[in-house]
């Protein structure tokens, strides 16, 4: 087992100078998506490898895209399938790549093809259900070989009625589930939101040539199967990766960085509002649109910040970011309430019972209850013992932010899954943290 052994001197650190952050990955899911289904050739620039956007890549190779990377601009070039999927007679082994779950469950709904799709430990016990009994609604049929998850046996149709969805629960994936599939139906699919969730998938829909039209209360898919024309796009800076230098910055002392060409789609940056309610004054600059998406640059300065209560209208927007956020408000004065934390129970792992779990050994508490959590600032980090990712990026990540934060060291087991989002998230970490 690997362990972290970055805080080995005794010391807290702060931060200065500049990270460029990798290239958003929940647009780049998307975007190897629809350039594989499109008709001709896709150029995606700042295309950033992490763990997961291997999976993708090759999940639509072996569906027939041709993709490749231009080793001098580190472009990622894809020609497309013009939506004639490749038959396979071997699995597609997704790992635990969500997001690709969701939206590959689309797209071979609207393939005739048999297809098995298998998982890694976590997607083979997350419920399939919810977006399944959707798409097989519009014509899909789905055997589960095991219970309600992953593997998964798929035979779409090329019949596929739209339906009218009515939100039950608010997930970006099941959403873009939905897009993916309806694109490719035979009358319109209509989606009535609960509450908004990230919009890569519609943006970036009509941007290859669909039909999304989308209103405050819904999103309307219209059939476009034959118009999807392979396109050119930059992707920005991913925010959740911003979102650690962010909140490291902001809770130590004397820190002062430099983030270019972060993206700022308003769905996904949640915790800069966050951090703004919390009293931190971030200054944005040099805002521009990539192609679809915008972004911009940002500065931030240490600063005291006081608890807020953040809305359950508030958590789509913050989704991947509350476990670094729940690190902001152990710091902070007064006390800090996240509402609305149903629905992260169901991501890559258990987010919030992991995340009060490790951040406990490290002496931070916070009350869990069913919808709330509830965290006390101004807590003293107390190393009381090593901690454990849970194979999960996001705590990892969070965790080496907190170990900046300490002069006693403490290692982090199975640190290894930053790869999954991040793999240079050490040595950026490294080249900014300067010793106090
Ligand atoms: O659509 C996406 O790219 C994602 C949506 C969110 O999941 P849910 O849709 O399950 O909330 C998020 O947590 C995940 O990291 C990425
Ligand atoms: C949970 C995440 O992604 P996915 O759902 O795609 O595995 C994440 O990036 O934090």
């Known amino acids: 087992m690997k362990m972290f052994d970055y805080n080995t001197r005794a010391s807290k650190f702060k931060f ?3 990270v460029i952050v990798p290239g958003d990955k929940s647009i780049a899911h998307r975007a190897i998506a629809f350039g594989a289904l499109a008709n001709g050739v896709t150029q995606i620039s700042n295309f950033s490898y992490s763990d997961d956007l291997t999976v993708t890549a090759q999940v639509f190779k072996e569906l027939g895209a041709k993709i490749h990377t231009e080793l001098s601009t580190k472009d990622m070039i894809i020609k497309g399938t013009g939506h004639k999927l490749q038959s396979l007679d071997h699995s597609l082994n997704i790992d635990n790549v969500g997001t690709l779950e969701s ?3 689309g797209i071979l709904t ?10 890694g430990d976590y997607l083979s016990k997350r419920p399939l259900e919810r977006l399944v009994k959707l798409l097989t609604a519009m014509g899909g049929s789905f055997q589960p070989i095991g219970e309600d998850a992953l593997p998964v046996k798929t035979k779409g149709s090329h019949d596929l009625k739209g339906i009218t969805y009515q939100q039950d629960i608010s997930s970006a994936q099941i959403k873009s589930g939905l897009v993916f599939a309806g694109i490719y139906a035979k009358t319109p699919t209509t989606i009535i939101r609960k509450l908004p969730t990230r919009d890569h998938t519609e943006v970036l829909a009509n941007f290859f040539g669909a039909n999304v039209v989308t209103t ?4 309307t898919v219209n059939p476009a199967h034959t118009n999807l024309k392979g396109q050119s796009l930059t ?10 230098y962010i909140a490291g910055a902001l809770l130590s002392e004397g820190s002062e960085i430099h983030l270019p060409k972060v993206g700022l789609n308003s769905t996904r940056i949640g915790m800069l509002n966050v951090a703004k309610q919390m009293g931190a004054h971030i200054t944005v600059e040099n805002c521009s649109i990539n192609s679809v998406e915008p972004y911009g640059d940002l500065v931030i300065r ?16 913050i989704i991947d970011e509350i476990p670094i956020i729940a ?11 996240i509402e609305g934390i149903h629905d992260v129970h169901l991501q890559l792992s258990d987010r919030i019972r992991n995340m009060r779990v490790e951040l406990a050994k490290l002496g931070i508490v916070m009350q869990v209850n069913d919808d709330s959590i509830v965290i006390k600032g101004e807590q003293k980090i ?19 932010i907190a170990s900046i934060l300490t002069e006693t060291p403490f290692k982090i087991k199975n640190i290894e899954s930053i790869d999954i989002s991040y793999p240079n998230f050490l040595s950026d970490l490294k080249k900014i943290s300067v010793a106090k």
Do not use: W
């Open 110 to 119: 609207t393939s005739t093809n048999e297809y098995t799709i298998a998982g």
């Open 382 to 400: 107390k190393v009381k013992d090593d901690v454990d990712s849970h194979n999960d990026h996001r705590i990892a990540m969070m965790l080496c």
């Open 16 to 18: 200065q100078g500049e």
């Open 302 to 317: 240490s600063q005291q910040l006081h608890g807020t209560k953040i809305s359950a209208k508030q958590v789509q927007f």
């Open 235 to 244: 992707i920005p800076g991913d925010f959740s990766s911003a979102a650690l």
């Open 216 to 219: 405050p209360e819904t999103i």
């Open 327 to 337: 690190l902001m408000a152990s710091q902070a004065t007064g006390t800090t309430v």
């Open 103 to 105: 939206i590959l469950l």
